[in-house]
Structures are given as structure tokens and as C-alpha cells.
């Protein structure tokens, strides 16, 4: 599950959140209009792998177009954080508590710089404020589930370091943290000292590192469309290198989405184009020659709402896609055809998918069978985006 989440109100994450998934949201110019936190179904975009078979397939979920596989991914739009939220105050406990089971972030920043930092309008605000603002505040959201146990297990030691991280795991199991994360941050962290002699500071670099790794963020630059936008958009790319910065206009996205709903146009998420086929009146013709010249036409990513969600996925998440499929035959029982697609994270192996399908595909497996080159694979194989994958069992 990815989470659409602004340091602030009004920077567009419900306009994000309606423009990947078509759900009914509350969308308004002042700030905190969302309280209660929505949840929608959105889409990653895959080259589909029909093509390469010379059929068309037939989704169970998610849509093809085009050869342009669709697959669903669980999004949420929270409200708008208050500042302190990591303390506790004002919506704030409500407000992490909708964000313990995310995968990932999606950090929406107003780059336009007309919100200041309760989301009031402004002029020239700096978005990179935003940027330090959040991080800091789910920074130190780690920090205190953590010292709130720290004295007693860290007495308790000198522990072992795996014991080490079981006791970390368990402490933040409520927010999908694993052993494995924990070790991985402990690596490269590589303090020599004992964690019981960490300092603050230390403990400090530890929970960041660690939100980090098991909450990592992407940010989308949205309202690009305006007039400080693009500036505002190589600013932030300057400022976090390390960070995936999508330039992005959300609200360009949802008039295009509405206007495939209404039969205007037609138009893929995510292409750079697209073509007027319905009788539209000389305003929405305006507008939407507005889109294509300010925003597909400027922007590699077209409006950027369907490059933050593959971005999150298969870059900050690293997952790949496999189809299930027959060596000799890619339809189901009920005749469709490649009907599935499943997101896996990368290293999965054949075994692994195996047991992902089902517990006694794991148990009996005795090979895979590569469905576009009929070869067979063993149970380590490691398996690669796009994938398409016969599990013979026992
Ligand atoms: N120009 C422009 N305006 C946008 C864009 N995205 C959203 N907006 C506008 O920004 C305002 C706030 O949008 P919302 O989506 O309600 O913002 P939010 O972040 O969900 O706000 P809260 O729910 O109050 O936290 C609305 O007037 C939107 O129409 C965009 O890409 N470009
Ligand atoms: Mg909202």
C-alpha cells in the first residue's frame, strides 16, 4: 500500500488521490478538508506481455489498453499533518496511525509555493522547507516508539545483535517492520559501540535510518502547472539528490481522467498525448489545450501522476511483475487470457512465487517452466520483471 501524505493541507494529495483512482473525494481550496483518511484502488502500468504472444488479454483485475497492463495497487490519501503530530497533538495520533501500514510514501509538495505552512495561501514559499519538515517529523515519530523501550532492553543486554534486532522488530511490528530491515540499517550504520552506550544522537540517526528503510518516500512536486512550478521543481531536485522527485500536476491528471470518463478523449495515464474525439465547447477545448502545451509538453513525464505510483513501486520498492502462465496455454478455466499479474519484490524467487500463489504450489513444487522461452527453471531462479512463469507441482 502506498500513502499520499503532505507536511501540510492543500497541497493536492485528495486531487492525487482522485486523479489515480477515480474515487469520490472531497476537494477544496481550504485547508484540512480531508479528516478522515480515504482509500482507493490505483494502478501501475506495465508493458503487457500479450503482445509478445500476439494475443489480447482478458484482466481479472486491474485493465489492458493498448498492451498497456494496468494492475491494481492499494493507495490512501491522509489529512494534512499538524505540526507536533509526532508528539501527539491535534489529529496527529489519528493521523500515524493511518500511516503504520504503508509500504511506502508519497510526499505531495506544493511546488508552486503559494501554500505556506498551514496551508494558507501565500506567495514564494520555499516547498524544500516541506521536504526537511516531514522527514523530520516521521523521523522523530520513530524515535519515540523507540525510546519508550529503549532503557529496558538495552539494560537487559549486552544482547546479541540478532536478539538485537528481534526486539526492534518487535517493538515496531505494528508498523511492517522485519528483522531483516533492522539488519540492513545496523549494517549501514555500523556504529562499533554497544547499543547500549548509544547517545541521543546515535539513536536519533538510528530511527531515521530505519523509517528510512521501511517507510522510504517519494516525493511528487505537484501543481507544476503554476507559475513557480518548474522553478520550484529544480529546486527541489538541487536540494534532496537523493530523493525520487516527480514533477507533477495532479490536477491536469483528473481533468484528463474525467474527460476519458465523458468520452472527450482519449487518453492512456501516463502517455505524453492526447486526442480530442467527442464534442467538447470551446472552454474545456481551452482547457485542455492548456494541459497539453503547459503541462504534457513540458514535462518528460506528462503530468506525472502515473510516473509517482510506477516510480514508488518498481524504484523506491524495487518490485517487479510476473504473470502467472501456461507453457502451452495462457487462459484460465473460464478462457482468459493471461488473467492475472502479480507484484513481487525483487530477489523473489521461483519457489517464492510459488508459495505466494498458493501454500501447496510451495510444498509441491517440482519446477517452473518459462512460459515465453518453454524452458524449465529450478526453484532459485531468480525471477525478472515481466516474467511469465508455469508452476508444475506434485
Ligand atoms: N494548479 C493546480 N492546482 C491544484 C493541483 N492539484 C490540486 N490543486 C488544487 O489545490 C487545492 C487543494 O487540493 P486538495 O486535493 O483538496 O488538497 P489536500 O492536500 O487534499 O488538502 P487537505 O485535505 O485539506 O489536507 C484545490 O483547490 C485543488 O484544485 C495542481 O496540480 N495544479
Ligand atoms: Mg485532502
Known amino acids: 500500500m ?12 485528495s486531487t492525487f488521490f482522485k486523479a489515480a ?45 493498448e498492451h498497456q497492463r494496468f494492475v491494481p495497487i492499494e493507495l490512501m490519501d491522509v489529512a494534512g499533518l499538524v505540526p507536533g503530530a509526532s508528539e501527539g497533538k491535534g ?8 500511516l503504520r501500514q504503508a509500504d511506502a510514501f508519497i510526499h505531495i509538495v506544493d511546488a508552486s509555493g503559494m501554500t505556506n505552512e498551514e496551508g ?41 545483535k540478532s536478539k538485537f534486532s528481534e526486539a526492534v522488530a518487535k517493538q515496531f511490528s505494528g508498523l511492517k517492520v522485519n528483522e531483516e530491515q533492522i539488519k540492513n540499517v545496523l549494517r549501514e550504520l555500523n ?3 554497544k547499543p547500549s552506550t548509544w547517545s541521543d544522537e546515535q539513536l536519533m540517526k538510528f530511527a531515521s535510518a530505519l523509517r528510512k528503510e521501511s517507510k522510504p518516500m517519494i516525493i511528487a512536486a505537484n501543481k507544476v502547472d503554476m507559475e513557480k512550478g518548474k522553478e520550484n521543481y529544480e529546486k527541489l531536485k538541487i536540494k534532496f539528490p537523493d530523493l525520487i522527485i516527480i ?30 474525439v467527442g464534442n467538447v465547447s470551446e472552454k474545456q477545448k481551452q482547457a485542455l489545450e492548456k494541459i497539453k502545451k503547459n503541462v504534457l ?12 505510483l510506477n516510480s514508488a513501486v518498481f524504484e523506491l520498492l524495487k518490485y517487479i511483475a510476473i504473470f502467472p502462465a501456461g507453457a502451452n496455454k495462457l487462459s484460465d478455466s473460464k478462457g482468459n487470457v493471461l488473467p492475472d499479474c502479480f507484484l513481487l519484490p525483487s530477489g523473489s524467487t521461483a519457489l517464492d512465487f510459488a508459495y505466494f500463489l498458493h501454500t501447496d504450489f510451495g510444498k509441491g513444487f517440482i519446477k517452473a517452466i518459462n512460459a515465453k522461452t518453454k524452458r524449465a527453471l529450478g526453484k532459485g531462479y531468480e525471477l525478472k520483471h515481466r516474467d511469465a512463469l508455469e508452476i508444475v507441482v506434485k
Not at 502506498?2 to 494529495?13: A, E, H, I, T
Not at 481550504?30 to 483518511?37: C, D, G, L, S, V
Not at 489529529?91 to 493511518?98: I, S, T
Open 297 to 308: 509538453g513540458e514535462f518528460s513525464t506528462g503530468t506525472g501522476v502515473q510516473d509517482v
Open 247 to 276: 514533477p507533477c500536476s495532479a490536477d491536469s491528471e483528473l481533468a484528463l481522467r474525467e474527460a476519458v470518463k465523458k468520452n472527450l478523449i482519449e487518453y492512456i495515464p501516463g502517455e505524453k498525448d492526447f486526442e480530442i
Open 21 to 65: 483512482t477515480l474515487a469520490e473525494v472531497e476537494i477544496a481550496s481550504y485547508p484540512f478538508t480531508t479528516i478522515k483518511a480515504n482509500h482507493g484502488i490505483g494502478y501501475v502500468k506495465v508493458e503487457c506481455i500479450d503482445k509478445e504472444f500476439k494475443t489480447q488479454c482478458n484482466p481479472s483485475h486491474g485493465f489492458c489498453i
Open 2 to 13: 502506498l500513502v499520499d501524505l503532505g507536511r501540510k493541507p492543500s497541497v493536492g494529495k
Open 120 to 160: 494558507k495561501i501565500t506567495e514564494n514559499y520555499d516547498p524544500c522547507n516541506d521536504v526537511e519538515f516531514l522527514e523530520d517529523e516521521l523521523n522523530k515519530w520513530y524515535y519515540n516508539i523507540l525510546i519508550k523501550v529503549w532503557k529496558s532492553f538495552s539494560r537487559k543486554t549486552e544482547m546479541e
Open 91 to 98: 489529529l496527529g495520533n489519528k493521523f500515524l496511525d493511518d
Open 191 to 193: 556504529f562499533i559501540e
